[in-house]
C-alpha cells in the first residue's frame, strides 16, 4: 500500500486502482488546547445537534464523533454532550468597568414582582435581593429598590 498524503485535513489513501479514491476526514480530537476547552453541554428541550453546534461554533460531525453518536438516533433532554468549545466562546463581549455601570433607584409600584422587575433591567432575581440586603422576595408598595441596569 502506498503512504497516505494529507492534504487539506483530509487524509487520501491512494489504493491498487488509481482509479479509486477514498477520502476520510480528519476528526478533531476531544482534547483542550492553548485555544480549545472541553465543556459537558446538557441538552435543552427542543435542542438539535445543529442548534447546539450553532451555540458553540462547532461542527454537527465533531458533537457526533466526540460522543459516539448517530444523527439519526435524535438526542434527549438532559443528555449530556462532551464538546470541545473555543475558549473566546466564554469571552465577554463587552466589558463595563464600575464607573460605567449605573446605579437607579427604582420604586415598586402596584403588582409589581422581584422577576418583573428583573426583566425589566436585564438582571437577575438573586442580585436585586444582593443589591438591596433582602433575603427574600417580598417587596412592598413604594419600597425603593438599588439597581445596576445591564442593557
Do not use: C
Amino acid at each position: 500500500q502506498k503512504p497516505k498524503v494529507v492534504q487539506n485535513n483530509q487524509v487520501i489513501k491512494e489504493e491498487d486502482d488509481p482509479e479509486e479514491e477514498v477520502l476520510e476526514i480528519a476528526k478533531k480530537a476531544l482534547i483542550a488546547t492553548p485555544n480549545d476547552t472541553i465543556i459537558t453541554h446538557y441538552v435543552q428541550p427542543k435542542q438539535s445537534f445543529f442548534a447546539i453546534s450553532q451555540q458553540y461554533g462547532i461542527e454537527v460531525d465533531d458533537i457526533l464523533d466526540w460522543n459516539g453518536l448517530d444523527v439519526m438516533n435524535g438526542l434527549q433532554i438532559n443528555q449530556a454532550l462532551n464538546l470541545v468549545v473555543p475558549k473566546a466562546y466564554f469571552k465577554p463581549v463587552v466589558s463595563i468597568s464600575p464607573e460605567q455601570a449605573k446605579e437607579i433607584i427604582h420604586e415598586v409600584q402596584k403588582g409589581e414582582t422581584a422577576w418583573a422587575i428583573s426583566r425589566i433591567y436585564g438582571v437577575t432575581v438573586e442580585e436585586i435581593l444582593k443589591w438591596n440586603n433582602k433575603s427574600d422576595t417580598s417587596l412592598a408598595l413604594g419600597e425603593r429598590l438599588k439597581i445596576i441596569p445591564k442593557n
